[in-house]
């Protein structure tokens, strides 16, 4: 396929599609919703409102960030700050469906009012292949499939979704990206689930947990940087182990496990062999640096029968 020719063919159908009225894209960070945005940029200008929701459930830093490079790029990005709303919906669940279902639903209202605020009739999205496919398959629940499952954007939250990028898997959306002119460490930036950290919390997500795996994030994308993979990623486990403190007293504590993939699209994936050192590295930071975690542990299991994330 020639992707600048795609990037222009969507460039052209979405300009077709909104004619002349509001558009709003929902901006993640992620590969597929920053080329999703730059489209719809390049396609209507400064008529695209780009909203960023602050869930609380993201990467370190990763607000600022993304303010950031979109300015650089031009775009103006409208945060919205409702880390408490989606904490809330999160509260006592331990389910992971019932997480996705109320992280899907808390993103849509908060969402939607900010689109109805906005005044657009229209929602660019960044949904690709493979959220469809395994949505339809009935693996997981994409927070960001709802017309392939028979929940109209239209009739449910009152606007019309636009996903151009929806036939293309993870390798395609890259190329997109460097079709577009967008910097190398944007459209090569890891997958990241929509859902954010509350994947990689198992049990219930609180804003006590959710800090203790982004912190553990931080430091296995810091120690995994120089190798290529797919995706690495920290978890933070439902269960505890016991410990001892360096002052030799017993510690019932954290276990983190450290998942780092190599994938070309998503469907499959198996264990990267990291050096032993880096393994080394990587306890003993997490359990330095993080605290109230006693154990680290390494997956070893492909996918399938595991999937990438936990939940
Ligand atoms: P799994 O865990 O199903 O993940 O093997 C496949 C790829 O998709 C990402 N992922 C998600 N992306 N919403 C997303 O936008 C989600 O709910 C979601 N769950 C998983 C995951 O990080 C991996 O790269």
């Known amino acids: 396929m020639n992707y600048r020719q795609f990037a222009r063919k969507q460039i052209v159908s979405i300009r077709k599609t909104v004619g002349a009225a509001a558009v709003v894209s929902a901006l993640s960070g992620g590969v597929d919703s920053a080329v999703t945005t730059v489209l719809g940029a390049r396609a209507l200008g400064r008529r695209l409102k780009v909203l960023f929701i602050d869930d609380g459930l993201m990467r370190q830093d990763e607000p600022q960030t993304v303010r950031k490079t979109f300015a650089r790029l031009g775009i103006k990005v409208t945060v919205v700050q ?116 509350s994947c990689r919390v198992l049990g219930e997500v609180t804003p006590e947990r959710v800090a203790i795996v982004r912190r553990a994030c931080f430091i296995v994308e810091q120690e995994t940087a120089r190798f290529r993979k797919f995706q690495a990623f920290a978890v933070l486990l439902a269960d505890r182990a016991t410990g001892v403190t360096r002052g030799g007293r017993r510690a019932f504590g954290h276990i983190v496990a450290v998942r780092c993939v190599d994938s070309k699209d998503a469907i499959t994936a198996s264990p990267t062999r990291l050096p032993w050192r880096v393994f080394m590295k990587l306890q003993q930071r997490i359990t330095r640096e993080v605290p109230g975690v006693v154990k680290v542990v390494y997956d070893l299991t492909p996918k399938p029968p595991s999937t990438i994330e936990y939940i």
């Open 82 to 197: 409702a880390a408490p709303r989606f904490f809330a919906a999160l509260a006592g669940l331990t389910d992971p469906e019932e997480k996705r279902k109320a992280f899907r639903d808390t993103f849509y209202k908060v969402f939607s009012e900010a689109v109805r605020r906005s005044g657009a009739e229209f929602l660019l999205q960044g949904t690709i292949a493979a959220d469809i496919v395994e949505t339809r398959k009935g693996v997981k629940t994409q927070h960001n499939v709802l017309d392939q499952i028979g929940i109209s954007a239209k009739r449910g939250y009152g606007f019309t979704t636009i996903e151009p990028l929806r036939d293309l898997y993870k390798p395609g959306v890259r190329k997109v990206g460097r079709a577009l002119g967008l910097p190398a460490a944007m459209y090569e930036r890891m997958p990241f689930p929509g859902p954010g950290l």
